[in-house]
């Protein structure tokens, strides 16, 4: 009795080691290891300094984006900045256009059109000053200009500053020539519309006025 005892003892003993190793043997099998566990890892679990140096890094180049629209950068729409600068250059244009036979309260009337009231009697003055007359009917001098927008000096809500390039050709007494000018020619908005306030030579700086 007592032999068969210690078998049956020895062979639950056995069997207890076996089912302790099995135990063990599972747990091994199925905990990850420590590659696997960092291979394991998610992308947002890495370190600031790693995620930072991916990070695109924006271009130093400067260009053009495709639908860069410069008009909404600036104080006009397209049409009051046409309109203006079409303005300054016609006045120009009429402004060097002038002959010796013709009256000069005639030219003066004609550019007073483009003019504001305080500037037009400026006009009326100069195209009108017995000096300037005499000497023109004198030499008998035909002046007929052409006027471009070359740049813009100045932009404001209510004012714009152009540089106006004026050809003009003038004969007379002593002959045919032609003429570059070069003006500064201010306008501001009045109601709708726009009206030339001043004009200068470009070289000589003409910065407009604010408050015209």
């Known amino acids: 009795m007592s ?10 003993a056995f069997a207890g080691a076996v089912v302790v190793l099995a135990v063990v043997g599972l747990y091994l099998t199925m905990s990850p290891s420590s590659g696997d566990d960092q291979a394991g ?3 947002e679990t890495s370190s600031p300094a790693a995620a930072q140096a991916a990070a695109p890094v924006p271009s130093q180049v400067a260009t053009t984006p495709a639908t860069f629209d410069v008009y909404a950068y600036l104080p006009l729409s397209r049409e009051e900045l046409g309109a203006a600068a079409d303005l300054a250059r016609r006045f120009t244009a009429s402004y060097g256009t002038f002959q010796y036979g013709e009256d000069p309260a005639a030219v003066a009337n004609r550019l007073k059109g483009f003019a504001t009231d305080e500037f037009g009697a400026q006009l009326t ?4 000053d ?9 030499d008998q001098v ?13 932009v404001s809500a209510s004012q714009v500053i152009f540089v106006v390039d004026s050809v003009r050709h003038v004969t007379s007494r002593n002959g045919e020539q032609d003429k570059n000018e070069q003006y500064a020619v201010t306008v ?6 726009w009206r030339v306030y001043d004009l200068q030579l470009a070289a000589d700086g003409q910065d407009g006025d604010t408050e015209p």
């Open 130 to 138: 017995p000096a300037t007359v005499n000497q023109n009917r004198t």
């Open 142 to 154: 035909v002046s007929r200009a052409t006027a471009k927008v070359a740049t813009i000096r100045d």
């Open 188 to 193: 501001i908005k009045m109601g709708s519309d």
């Open 41 to 43: 890892q998610p992308a």
């Open 3 to 12: 032999g068969g005892s210690g078998d049956r003892g020895k062979a639950l």
């Open 125 to 128: 003055r100069a195209m009108t």
